[in-house]
């Protein structure tokens, strides 16, 4: 017992090293701050945080700042995350011995969340890629790639020849931790063993990649998760929850009416970035065999996607209604007393402001919370201090175009 209040008093432990650099800019009517994390994507993404790569992710110190700010009243008290992408809430979550869990509409994303915040027996995944190298080893001059159009375009024949060897491989795997983890690094080398570029959101042919051999890839990929789970595993709880699900965040489980989410944490796609869908197209091909599984066949779930992109005025006003009903939802849910993060962030479109800010907090307050405090972000994700500030768009308080972190309470 003393043991782990002491754990937990450290602050030397990796997920309080970068938390954000806050100044207040004003205490009353509402508290407003500034958060800078002037911290680079290497230095944000430890432990399990870089296993999935994640398009539009929040820096881990977001989710951690918050949970560090808003404590559970009880150990049965969780926290949700309603656009839960990659996991980061629920790592950040675990982290701090809080209990959590997400939804998200893509069944990849939750497949991913699940396989990072859950203990794994590192040593079992290893003796599985021993297995599963030896059968590629010996077999190599057997396999054949699937002869499709689209295959063709994005994948040299040689590397979908082994992707398909590997997707074969799990496929026969038994269903369990295991194969869910095995199955996440597969959709985790995707992007980097076709011929799209590597950093560009969405998929784009990059004339000049070198080609990457796919086993290697998995290898690397494989030993490079195992690593980061053994670490977290050693820190971490292997019995608290962190549990994510499929879901319509309009339409939340039936698990969570217990009013036990004394915190929702929501960070929805900002508008006019990108749909999540064709930015996934590559990985939901090579998913596929495996999506009834994990879907439990409730098929054409991506209609359900909130769209983002492009900001003309009818997906400009479908956003809002759905931020609206999406609140809705949480404001059922919740307990009196408890509290909203929103991560937001202003766009424009043809040149001109579109304050998703100002409307969001309008609709969240028609729901019925309470604005009790905005927390402005001066720094991009990623790049270290303002090495961004040349296209940045987000600098403090004074631009117009705000990248937010908004607090209220029910
Ligand atoms: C900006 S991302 C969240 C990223 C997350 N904070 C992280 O760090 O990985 C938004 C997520 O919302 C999900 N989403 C979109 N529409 C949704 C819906 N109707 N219900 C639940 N999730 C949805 C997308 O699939 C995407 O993963």
Redesign the pocket.
């Given at each position: 017992m003393r043991q782990n209040l002491a754990l937990f008093e450290n602050e030397d432990v990796i997920y309080k090293k970068y938390l954000p650099q806050i100044t207040t800019l004003q205490n009353k009517p509402i508290k407003i701050n500034e958060w800078d994390i002037p911290y680079t994507i290497s230095e944000l993404s430890y432990l399990v945080h870089s296993d999935y790569r994640?398009y539009?992710?929040?820096p881990s110190a977001v989710?951690g700042q918050i949970l560090e700010q808003i404590l559970p009243p009880s150990p049965d008290h969780y926290v949700l995350?309603?656009?839960?992408?990659?996991?980061?809430?629920l790592i950040e979550a675990k982290l701090r011995g809080i209990k959590s869990y997400g939804?998200?509409?893509?069944w990849l994303?939750v497949l991913a969340s699940n396989v990072k915040a859950r203990y794994i027996d590192t040593a079992d995944v290893k003796k599985e890629l021993f297995k599963l190298v030896t059968w590629f080893e010996n077999n190599k001059e057997n396999f054949s790639s699937p002869e499709d159009a689209f295959v063709n375009k994005w994948f040299s024949p040689q590397a979908s020849r082994d992707l398909c060897a590997i997707q074969d491989y799990i496929l026969t795997m038994n269903s369990g931790a295991i194969r869910d983890f095995m199955l996440v690094a597969f959709i985790g080398i995707i992007r980097r063993v076709s011929k799209a570029h590597d950093a560009e959101v969405r998929p784009h042919i990059n004339k000049n990649k070198k080609e990457r051999d796919v086993i290697s890839a998995f290898s690397k990929k494989i030993s490079d998760m195992s690593a980061d789970h053994a670490e977290f595993n050693l820190q971490t709880d292997k019995n608290l929850i962190a549990d994510c699900f499929i879901?319509?965040?309009?339409n939340l489980p039936k698990l969570l009416d217990d009013k036990k989410c004394y915190l929702v944490i929501s960070?929805?796609?900002?508008l006019n970035s990108f749909n999540?869908a064709p930015v996934y197209s590559l990985e939901f091909y090579w998913g596929s065999p495996f999506e009834a599984e994990y879907t439990e066949e409730k098929k054409n779930f991506y209609k359900?996607?909130?769209k983002a992109h492009p900001a003309n005025e009818k997906i400009t006003e479908e956003y809002f209604n759905?931020l609206d009903k999406?609140y809705r939802e949480t404001y059922r849910i919740q307990p009196n007393g408890s509290t909203l993060a929103i991560?937001i962030g202003d766009c424009t479109r043809n040149g001109k402001l579109i304050p998703v800010i100002d409307q969001t907090i309008e609709i969240v307050e028609n729901i019925g919370y309470r604005l009790e405090e905005v927390n402005y972000r001066t720094t991009h994700y990623g790049l270290g201090k303002y090495a961004y500030k040349h296209r940045a768009d987000y600098h403090g308080t004074d631009n117009e175009k705000k990248d937010g972190i908004l607090i209220f309470k029910k």
């Amino acid at each position: 017992m003393r043991q782990n209040l002491a754990l937990f008093e450290n602050e030397d432990v990796i997920y309080k090293k970068y938390l954000p650099q806050i100044t207040t800019l004003q205490n009353k009517p509402i508290k407003i701050n500034e958060w800078d994390i002037p911290y680079t994507i290497s230095e944000l993404s430890y432990l399990v945080h870089s296993d999935y790569r994640y398009y539009g992710k929040f820096p881990s110190a977001v989710a951690g700042q918050i949970l560090e700010q808003i404590l559970p009243p009880s150990p049965d008290h969780y926290v949700l995350d309603n656009f839960c992408g990659s996991g980061t809430t629920l790592i950040e979550a675990k982290l701090r011995g809080i209990k959590s869990y997400g939804v998200d509409i893509s069944w990849l994303s939750v497949l991913a969340s699940n396989v990072k915040a859950r203990y794994i027996d590192t040593a079992d995944v290893k003796k599985e890629l021993f297995k599963l190298v030896t059968w590629f080893e010996n077999n190599k001059e057997n396999f054949s790639s699937p002869e499709d159009a689209f295959v063709n375009k994005w994948f040299s024949p040689q590397a979908s020849r082994d992707l398909c060897a590997i997707q074969d491989y799990i496929l026969t795997m038994n269903s369990g931790a295991i194969r869910d983890f095995m199955l996440v690094a597969f959709i985790g080398i995707i992007r980097r063993v076709s011929k799209a570029h590597d950093a560009e959101v969405r998929p784009h042919i990059n004339k000049n990649k070198k080609e990457r051999d796919v086993i290697s890839a998995f290898s690397k990929k494989i030993s490079d998760m195992s690593a980061d789970h053994a670490e977290f595993n050693l820190q971490t709880d292997k019995n608290l929850i962190a549990d994510c699900f499929i879901a319509d965040n309009t339409n939340l489980p039936k698990l969570l009416d217990d009013k036990k989410c004394y915190l929702v944490i929501s960070h929805p796609p900002y508008l006019n970035s990108f749909n999540y869908a064709p930015v996934y197209s590559l990985e939901f091909y090579w998913g596929s065999p495996f999506e009834a599984e994990y879907t439990e066949e409730k098929k054409n779930f991506y209609k359900e996607e909130m769209k983002a992109h492009p900001a003309n005025e009818k997906i400009t006003e479908e956003y809002f209604n759905h931020l609206d009903k999406c609140y809705r939802e949480t404001y059922r849910i919740q307990p009196n007393g408890s509290t909203l993060a929103i991560v937001i962030g202003d766009c424009t479109r043809n040149g001109k402001l579109i304050p998703v800010i100002d409307q969001t907090i309008e609709i969240v307050e028609n729901i019925g919370y309470r604005l009790e405090e905005v927390n402005y972000r001066t720094t991009h994700y990623g790049l270290g201090k303002y090495a961004y500030k040349h296209r940045a768009d987000y600098h403090g308080t004074d631009n117009e175009k705000k990248d937010g972190i908004l607090i209220f309470k029910k």
